[in-house]
């Protein structure tokens, strides 16, 4: 199984910082990564797939980067509305393992 | 759009089956998948199944237990899950598993609300 290491585990910020957020995967996934945010009491929702492509209707404020073993998340200037807890996943093969998410508070 | 149902509380060693109905889209064109999470933890993926139920995949902490399946002529895929442990507990959620062109990338969107299962003596 390909694990998925995350970090930090949290994130303290304000409104307007630029903030990345890490995701190491224990093999080459070849740019099989999907970033998703998940808000309190709420599903995940998909943000960015494809390591870098991003959903239709997500703010450009967010993008992805990476390759092989390495990829991040970044969001350029925190909004309000971005305070909540992201989870990065490889999609190469299954089991399509989490990482152990990110809680920006 | 994407809800789950069937959740709620069992005994360990007991049965449940939980249903995900579509609408919106054109529901035999796709791929299904069912993730989970316990309270207050991580995401797991639990389960898949192709758009024409031919080929399923299960996670190895729940293959032989649980069962994937769907109807495409009522929009509705299903979870029958056997033998439920203490660490089942957790919200279910369903999915769509899209792909790109060449098949190279997946991805999993949009969720549902997510259904809670409670396996508690």
């Known amino acids: 199984d390909i694990q998925m290491t995350q970090s930090p585990s949290s994130l303290s910020a304000s409104v307007g910082d630029r903030v990345t957020i890490s995701c190491r995967a224990s093999?080459?996934?070849?740019?099989?990564l999907n970033w998703y945010q998940q808000r309190p009491g709420k599903a995940p929702k998909l943000l960015i797939y494809?390591?870098?492509s991003l959903e239709r209707g997500v703010p450009l404020t967010f993008s992805g980067r990476g390759s092989e073993t390495n990829y991040t998340l970044t969001i350029s200037s925190l909004r309000p509305e971005d305070f909540a807890t992201y989870f990065c996943?490889?999609?190469?093969?299954?089991?399509?393992?989490f990482g152990q998410g990110t809680r920006l508070e | 759009n994407l809800l789950e149902s069937g959740g709620g509380l069992v005994q360990p060693g007991g049965s449940l089956r939980l249903t995900c109905t579509g609408s919106?889209?054109?529901?035999?064109?796709?791929?299904m998948t069912w993730f989970r999470q316990a309270p207050g933890r991580g995401l797991e993926w639990v389960s898949t199944?192709?758009?024409?139920?031919?080929?399923?995949d299960y996670a190895d902490s729940v293959r032989g237990r649980f069962t994937i399946s769907r109807d495409n002529s009522k929009n509705t895929l299903s979870l029958q899950m056997d033998s439920l442990r203490a660490e089942d507990t957790a919200i279910y959620y369903c999915?769509?598993?899209?792909?790109?062109?060449?098949?190279?990338?997946?991805?999993?969107?949009?969720w549902g609300q997510g259904t809670l299962v409670t396996v508690s003596s």
């Open positions: 999915a769509i598993r899209h792909r790109g062109s060449d098949r190279t990338f997946q991805w999993f969107d949009p």
């Open positions: 919106g889209f054109l529901f035999s064109g796709y791929d």
């Open positions: 199944i192709s758009n024409r139920g031919s080929d399923t």
């Open positions: 093999q080459n996934i070849g740019r099989s």
């Open positions: 494809a390591a870098a």
């Open positions: 996943q490889q999609a190469y093969s299954a089991p399509y393992n």
